[in-house]
């Protein structure tokens, strides 16, 4: 079955800037626009989709309608709506600092939404090459007295960033994406946010809205150590690369290079894979792709299932 193409939702935000139009050709006309949510179901950002002939049944469906009326697509995959949500982030400034709650809180106290556990691949950064991971608190009452005081220097904990950085965001963790940060961000699809501090900016003459008491709740003391240092790498002689970057109960995610043509395994169950090209052009499944594209590969109960690849691409492949 051909591959079905994910059409972007732009979010403007106050901390947004102008690449993901510039870089990926989305079309806008804000000059503020923070995320583009890439794969999403979710309520607050449903994409539709659309293939390359143009002529599927699916054309113009929302991908929460595929998940609802069309399940063959994604196989066995459980769950009432679709489970993930892909966003690529462009930062011109500081994005709040904030933590996020794990399913059990989040079924409680958020209507039975989804907890948050996301990871972030960086693209670029132009920045001060850093990003905020964890807090340097050593128990509970210490981060209550950092947070109540606004003793935000000494709580954050700040780690280096590059291009080809990669963090593991784990439910509890404090974080914050600084200005000059180009990312690709892949997580539960959940939109609950809890703000620890946002610089005293004002959106629209007023504060954000803060959650320090249940942000207080969900943080984990002491942190967790920030980047997640295991890779498994496999490299061929011609040049392509396959860098498995995370595997945790939500998802699996792997960036790779190709040149020329590669082969990759689908993901465990060949459910569904998710594509999202971050450079490049070249094919998926003989269909064209470039820079910006999202996609996703249906179920396929073929033994030995496989996507292949060809060009002069990077993306990540998420399942
Ligand atoms: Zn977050």
Redesign the pocket.
């Known amino acids: 079955m051909e591959p079905i193409f994910v059409k972007p939702v732009l979010k403007e935000t106050l901390w947004g800037g102008t690449r993901l139009a510039a870089e990926f050709g989305y079309e806008t006309t804000s000059d503020h626009v923070g995320e583009s949510w890439a794969i999403s179901a979710h309520k607050n950002g449903d994409c539709t989709v659309y293939t390359h002939s143009g002529d599927s049944p699916y054309e113009g469906k929302y991908l929460s309608q595929l998940w609802a009326e069309n399940h063959d697509l994604f196989g066995r995959a459980e769950g009432e709506s679709f489970p993930l949500l892909v966003k690529f982030i462009d930062a011109r400034d500081d994005?709040s600092i904030?933590?996020?709650p794990d399913d059990e809180y989040a079924g409680k106290y958020e209507n039975g939404s989804y907890g948050?556990t996301?990871c972030w691949y960086i693209l670029d950064n132009t920045g001060d090459g850093k990003i905020i991971v964890g807090h340097n608190a050593k128990d509970k009452a210490e981060l209550c007295d950092m947070i109540d005081n606004g003793r935000w220097n000494e709580l954050i904990r700040q780690v280096p960033c590059k291009k080809g950085s990669f963090f593991q965001?784990v439910p509890g963790t404090v974080?914050a994406i600084k200005n000059g940060t180009f990312l690709i961000?892949i997580?539960q699809s959940c939109d609950v946010?809890y703000r620890l501090y946002d610089y005293d900016r004002l959106q629209n003459g007023k504060p954000r809205e803060l959650h320090l008491d249940k942000a207080k709740d969900v943080i984990t003391v002491p942190a967790n150590p920030a980047e997640n240092e295991t890779r498994l790498v496999f490299e061929d002689t011609k040049g392509n690369k396959i860098t498995e970057m995370i595997s945790c109960e939500y998802y699996t995610v792997r960036h790779i290079e190709v040149t020329g043509e590669l082969q990759i395994e689908r993901g465990k169950g060949r459910n569904f894979d998710l594509i999202s090209i971050i450079s490049g052009e070249g094919f998926v499944n003989d269909v064209p792709v470039k820079k910006g594209d999202n996609l996703i590969i249906p179920c396929s109960e073929k033994a030995g299932g496989k996507i292949t690849l060809s060009g002069e691409i990077e993306l990540m492949q998420t399942y």
């Open positions: 994005l904030q933590v996020h948050k996301e965001i974080h961000e997580q946010t």
